[in-house]
């Protein structure tokens, strides 16, 4: 079972080079599920029970099951995009002597030497004029096509010594030659079928050739591009599907520019979930009371990995919570809220866990080594509901090849199908857990 979900989520990496196309692939098999997609600028006519979701901007969606009687909502939310290099808006090759080379800038907060030396290519969206209209187009160029050279050790000696990359130098990739390579931006328009001379804008990103795959004496490893955090949100959207019956309404968040802090229209520092929910509500014709009821019987997971103990590095951990690969769930603590864990989210989800028999673990920073936050604290000041920072153990955060276990991630899809069966009742101050059989 382990080999079997985690060779369907190498082929969901495989087939996700960018926010763009995760969204687009979640959608794809929530419309298989038999879901109806709705559109912001559309009227809303839905019915419980009922499927449905809805994008923002290509990359950001929510879905959500709606049974026929529900009093609250289970949200899992998890992120799309991941650390990488976008291709600068116009950005032909330039000549640099002999070579041809694109212009690129960061996006997000990546080991930027684990980017040289592999086969790279470019993936995102591209704005096509079609007719009088304008039209959003998926594209893969789904070759080798770029790669981004380290310096001879002979001619850096300090090289192993620590050094600083200046991505306005180091991190430029190699094209093509100076004579002869094609246009960039032509060989784009036509991956899909668009003259070049229709092509508007783009959104277009470097992304990691290099193919996901099991290893270890026992198979016991995972390693791909894009784990942080495509391997949540798979997870989660099995969990989602897989979730047959509850007495709350589930919804499935996947959201885009986390990695650049969430402050976007599509990310989770704006109002796409807030505003999702409460026009959810009113399409059903209920009134605004009872629905600020429901947020009080509600709770959200925000799904993103955790880090692993590092084998080289245990002094990186803290003394206390060191979360291992294939150690199941691990829920995340954070004194300053940058994970929104308390006492009572860490609680409800733990209880999830141990019904469903998945293994659960601590992880905190190190007091002394400041953390990145996620989507649980972003998330919930926008909709006030009880939140749980999850994730799943991973060495090479934000590395272009990432490892986690590969029995971590069917310990996450089983834990997101429990919650998902899952409903909060709040009497007072006493919580009930109640499962529906």
């Known amino acids: 079972m382990n080999k079997d979900i985690n060779r369907q ?26 879901f109806t997609e709705l559109y912001e600028s559309g009227e809303w006519k839905i019915a419980a029970p009922g499927d449905y979701f809805v994008r923002r901007n290509g990359s950001s969606l929510l879905a959500f099951r709606l049974p026929e009687d529900f009093s609250g ?15 600068r808006e116009g950005a032909e090759p330039k000549a640099a002597g002999a070579y041809r080379q694109l212009s690129v800038e960061k996006y997000g907060g990546m080991l930027c030497s684990t980017w040289m030396d592999r086969p790279l290519s470019a993936a995102g969206r591209l704005m096509i004029r079609e007719g009088d209209g304008i039209s959003q187009r998926l594209v893969n160029i789904d ?10 050790i002979h001619m850096d000696r300090s090289a192993n010594e620590g050094r600083r990359f200046d991505p306005a130098v180091d991190m430029q990739p190699l094209f093509g030659a100076a004579e ?45 591009p894009r784990l942080d955090d495509l391997q949540c949100v798979f997870a989660c959207l099995k ?76 002094e990186c951990a803290d003394r206390g919570d060191r979360p291992l690969i294939n150690g ?63 994730g799943l153990a991973q060495l090479a955060m934000h590395s272009a090849y990432e490892t986690a276990g590969a029995r971590d991630t069917a310990y996450l899809c089983r834990a997101a199908e429990a919650f998902y069966a899952s409903a909060i009742r709040r009497d007072g101050e006493k919580i009930r857990l109640e499962t529906e059989k």
């Not at 070759?143 to 001879?152: E, G, K, N, T």
């Open 9 to 34: 989520l190498l082929d969901f990496i495989a087939a996700s080079p960018t926010a763009f196309h995760a969204a687009e692939n979640v959608a794809a098999a929530l419309r298989e599920a038999g």
């Open 73 to 87: 909502f289970m949200i899992m939310a998890a992120h799309g995009d991941s650390p990488c290099f976008k291709i």
């Open 143 to 152: 070759r080798d096509l770029l790669l981004i050279p380290s310096l001879a």
């Open 180 to 224: 002869g390579a094609r246009r960039f931006l032509a060989l784009a328009a036509e991956s899909v079928g668009a003259a070049p001379e229709d092509l508007l804008s783009g959104d277009l990103f470097l992304y990691c050739r290099a193919p996901g795959t099991l290893w270890g004496a026992e198979e016991e490893y995972l390693s791909a």
């Open 239 to 314: 969990g989602f599907l897989a979730a047959e019956k509850s007495q709350s309404a589930r919804v499935l968040c996947v959201f885009d520019n986390e990695e650049v802090g969430s402050g976007t229209k599509q990310g989770a520092d704006s109002g796409f979930l807030a505003d999702t929910l409460e026009r959810l509500w009113q399409a059903l014709g209920r009134g605004r009371e009872p629905f600020l009821r429901a947020l009080a019987g509600s709770f959200m997971v925000s799904a993103d990995n955790a880090h692993a103990l590092h084998p080289n590095h245990p």
């Open 328 to 390: 199941g769930v691990v829920i995340k603590y954070n004194a300053n809220q940058k994970y929104t864990t308390d006492a009572v989210s860490a609680a409800v989800f733990g209880e999830i866990c141990r019904r469903a028999g998945v293994p659960v673990q601590r992880y905190a920073n190190r007091p002394d080594i400041p953390g990145g936050s996620t989507l649980g604290n972003i998330s919930c000041a926008h909709v006030a509901i009880d939140c749980v920072d999850v």
